[in-house]
Structures are given as C-alpha cells and as structure tokens.
C-alpha cells in the first residue's frame, strides 16, 4: 500500500528552536510539495519540488524557512528559528507528473511553538 | 488574485439530506480540477477529480460534481448524505499547463452531518 509517510507526526517545541519535519515520497513520484493548514488560511503551498529542484517556494516565509530533498525518497522543511505563528499542521504530498496527475497527501506533521 | 473560492465555509445538514459544495476558481484556460476529503484528524483524500471529457465526474462514496467551464465552477453533489459524510471539503486546481502543475487549494468547507 503505497503512501507518503511524514515524520514526526507531532512536535512540540519552544520558541527559537530549531524544527525539521519529514517526508518520504510514494516510491517513482518525483514532484513533493509541502502544504501548511492553519484554521485562518486554509492550506497554503509553501514549497515544491519536480525531481529533487525546487520549482516554486514563493509561498515560504525565506528568513526562517528552508525546504530540501537530499534524494529521491526524503524532503525535508526546517523552520529556525521557530515562533508561535508557526503553529499549524504541515501536509507533505506527492505525485507523479503528467497530465492526468494527483496528489497524494501524508498524515501530516502537526506543530505547535510554545 | 487568481484564486480558488469555496463560498460556504460551514455546513450543517440532516442526514439523508442533499448535499452541493460551491467551487469557483479565476484561472483562464485549461485547468485540471479536484475534490479533497479530509477526515477528523487525518490527511486528505481524493474524492474525485476532472481533467477532460465528461464535465459530470463521479468519485468515490456517491460524490459527484460538475465542470461548468462558462461559469469557472466545480461544485460538489451529494443526494443523500450521511453521518460518516462529517469532514472538510477542499476544491483544488492546478492552474493552466505551464509546466508546474501546482496545486491551489480553497479554504475548505466543514460539513457536519447529524444523525
């Protein structure tokens, strides 16, 4: 059964540290994109990336935010220093590209900044 | 902005009772369309999703929704609703072919269905 799996599923940390959250594609995709899902904005496209380069990260806060994939079967998404608007569920999705595409979304890293 | 819009933020419905989600989206051109569910607690679904061909898509669990291209909608049908149907409703698009096939997602509807 083939899934996107996100690690961790819940972080809990104090402000000005240091937040990493993971992603492990669905094996042979080869687009990720990271998604963050507040009550106020809904989901919001933070970043993607089409074979491992990153296409668009217009929607990342760039000062504390950063967004990788080392390889093929990890992305990563790293906020330092972390605040407590950071505060959300962040949503790993996957897919591969063509036409007739879909994404396919992982159980989510829910975070909260104390 | 172009954007994607889902007008009813929270719906309440009896169970048995029909159900339809608003979506509109402002992308001009070919536009591929998709309905999320997400679950209490859980990550999202695809419910259905539209590409071409027949502008009336069916998806899983009795979920249908029409592509109105003059009208830029894809609104969500239910006949007849059910408890389990409690969830958030999210209207995607992935705007017109330019390489990136991002996905731009509405704020999301809260259903809440009553037993």
């Known amino acids: 059964d083939a899934r996107v799996t996100q690690t961790p599923r819940h972080k809990v940390t104090e402000m000005g540290q240091e937040v990493t959250m993971r992603c492990q594609p669905i094996l042979g995709h080869n687009t990720v994109f990271w998604y963050r899902q507040t009550m106020m904005q809904g989901l919001e496209l933070l970043a993607y990336?089409?074979?491992?380069?990153?296409?668009?990260d217009s929607g990342m806060p760039k000062d504390r935010f950063s967004a990788e994939m080392p390889d093929a079967t990890l992305a990563t998404l790293k906020i330092q220093p972390s605040e407590p608007r950071d505060s959300a569920v962040y949503f790993c999705?996957?897919?591969?590209?063509?036409?007739?595409?879909?994404?396919?979304f992982g159980q989510g890293t829910r975070l909260t900044v104390v | 902005a172009q954007s994607v819009s889902q007008h009813n933020h929270h719906v309440i419905l009896s169970e048995a009772a029909s159900l339809e989600l608003g979506c509109n989206y402002s992308?001009?051109?070919?536009?591929?369309l998709f309905w999320y569910v997400q679950y209490p607690g859980q990550h999202l679904q695809l419910l259905l999703k539209y590409f071409s061909g027949d502008p009336l898509v069916k998806g899983i669990k009795g979920f249908e929704a029409e592509f109105i291209k003059s009208k830029f909608s894809f609104n969500l049908r239910k006949p007849s609703v059910q408890w389990s149907d409690t969830a958030e409703y999210f209207c995607a698009v992935t705007p017109p072919a330019s390489g990136t096939y991002k996905y731009i997602f509405g704020t999301g509807t809260r259903l809440k269905v009553l037993a």
């Open positions: 992308y001009g051109g070919t536009v591929n």
């Open positions: 999705a996957s897919a591969f590209f063509r036409v007739d595409t879909e994404a396919f």
């Open positions: 990336f089409r074979n491992r380069a990153p296409l668009d």
